[in-house]
């Protein structure tokens, strides 16, 4: 840390001083104000903290009471300390402790879930007592195995007789790419399309072209968690952009661009990731004519468009509607066919293909080759594929849906028609406390304020339905148990309430 910011007392305690005065222990209060502060960007990265003493002081808490805060954010990746150096906002060019360099999405793989990883003996988890249901993916499609084990040695053989280095992607996948966004409604040319490691990586691409430290970005809130690790790690600052049943709310976005100077706007108009939403063609033509007319860069993530569940038909994309917007548009083989895949891709508009390329090429020199190869065998099924997903989750879905009649009916909640979450609203109490309990009765699901811009919904929570049936039999039966115990401990429950 070079020359880093050095927050005082006072200033801090004046960020922070309003966020206390809400209800649950001191500690967390504080932590929250702390993560949210920095979020906005008005704690930048690299900063060092005052010492706990001071804050206290300034605060009027007890030193113990910062103490606490501090530990909690450390243990979530959001502080650095080191004796002698003080207490520190981490920087991302910091090594995580654990081995990955995130925030958002390091809540879902590095907490109690991760040990659902592979455990070595042919892939089974290692701890089978505990039931996932807070990363939303998919187990791979048999397309997948069938698709690698159709290798022939002379399709590699074309592969490697080459040096390997494919920045933009093979030509050949890039063509069923650019036909899919065509047959979709967004005429696209191969050249405006580049293969990237997934579509977290598109996402990157992107920022690093339009974003600078400070840069303001409108975003969904809820959203997709490694869209904040993205704008967090360019240094921008998020500002939340509400959701509701039909997507991200236009009507307030004119406000939002008067007061901040948005250089991007990230939204996820088909099945939102958490909500399962779809913005409709009205408001995509608006946030497309608003971005128009002000210079602003749309990103539309469409990684979760293959996901469809009901019989339901998507409005064109915001490129298609708006072609004079600046829109880039991200899709993805991890939500419909494997995450482990790694491939995605980021269509963009023509006077930018010379640029995203660029960008790609310094970035990593192309995404691996044979994992293309493999995707081009993949995509030529994909109509296969969807189908057999949606055969796969309806069920599941509506398990889901019916148990949670059954067992939490005073919970509030929307049937999403694709995509593979639901977005769940607890009648009272705290998101954050009830998935720690429900953490500790054996099932791990992700409260709303780790997909928040602002640390918000704090009475939501995404519950994943694409795990097996006993999975989430058992799942929401301990979820209602837990809701049980919660519930002791607090007051107001309302009437029952589903919305459909």
Not at 277 to 306: K, Q, S
Request: proline fraction near 7%; charged fraction near 25%; charge should be negative.
């Amino acid at each position: 840390m070079d020359d880093p910011i050095r927050e005082s007392g006072p200033h801090l305690a004046a960020l922070l001083t309003d966020a206390l005065r809400g209800n649950g222990p001191l500690y967390r209060l504080l932590a929250g104000a702390i993560k949210r502060a920095i979020d906005r960007g008005e704690i930048p990265l690299g900063t060092v903290l005052p010492p706990e003493r001071s804050l206290a002081n300034e605060l009027a808490v007890s030193r113990a009471t910062v103490v606490a805060a501090y530990d909690r954010l450390k243990a979530e990746g959001w502080l650095e300390s080191r004796q002698g150096s003080g207490t520190w906002v981490r920087t991302n060019d910091e090594p995580d402790r654990k081995g990955v360099d995130a925030v958002a999405t390091g809540r879902l793989f590095l907490g109690p879930s991760a040990s659902q990883g592979l455990s070595g003996d042919a892939g089974h988890p290692a701890h089978d007592d505990l039931i996932e249901l807070s990363v939303a993916a998919v187990m791979g499609s048999p397309v997948v195995t069938e698709a690698v084990t159709s290798l022939t040695a002379d399709e590699i053989n074309t592969l490697t007789a080459h040096h390997g280095y494919v920045p933009q992607g093979l030509r050949t996948l890039r063509d069923i790419v650019a036909a899919n966004f065509s047959n979709d409604g967004l005429p696209t040319h191969p050249d405006q399309v580049i293969i990237t490691t997934g579509a977290h990586q598109a996402l990157s691409l992107v920022a690093r072209q339009v974003l600078k430290p400070g840069d303001d970005v409108l975003v969904e809130s809820p959203t997709f968690p490694g869209a904040l690790d993205v704008f967090r790690r360019f240094g921008a600052r998020a500002i939340p952009l509400p959701v509701d049943e039909h997507g991200a709310r236009t009507d307030v976005v004119a406000d939002l661009m008067s007061r901040t100077q948005p250089m991007m706007i990230y939204v996820s108009p088909h099945f939102h990731n958490p909500t399962g939403t779809i913005m409709p063609a009205e408001r995509r033509r608006e946030l497309g004519e608003l971005a128009a007319a002000a210079g602003i860069v749309i990103v539309e993530d469409m990684a979760l468009a293959d996901v469809a569940i009901d019989d339901v038909t998507l409005p064109p994309s915001i490129a298609a509607i708006v072609p004079d917007a600046t829109v880039h548009t991200i899709g993805s083989t991890a939500k419909l066919y494997w995450a482990g895949m790694r491939i995605g891709w980021l269509r963009s508009p023509e006077a930018w293909g010379v640029r995203m390329l660029a960008t790609k090429t310094v970035a990593d020199l192309g995404s691996p080759l044979l994992a293309q190869l493999i995707t081009v065998k993949m995509l030529a099924r994909r109509d296969e594929v969807r189908e057999q997903r949606r055969q796969e989750l309806l069920p599941r879905r509506e398990l889901m849906c019916q148990r949670l009649e059954e067992w939490l009916g005073d919970w509030t909640w929307r049937r999403p028609p694709g995509g593979l979450s639901m977005w769940v609203t607890l009648p009272h109490g705290n998101a954050d406390e009830f998935a720690e309990l429900a953490l500790r009765q054996g099932v791990a699901i992700v409260p709303g304020p780790s997909l928040s811009v602002d640390e918000g919904n704090r009475q939501s929570i995404r519950l994943v339905f694409a795990r097996p049936e006993e999975h989430i039999e058992e799942g929401l039966r301990r979820l209602a148990g837990a809701w049980e115990r919660y519930s002791e401990q607090t007051a107001g429950r309302p009437s029952a309430r589903l919305l459909v």
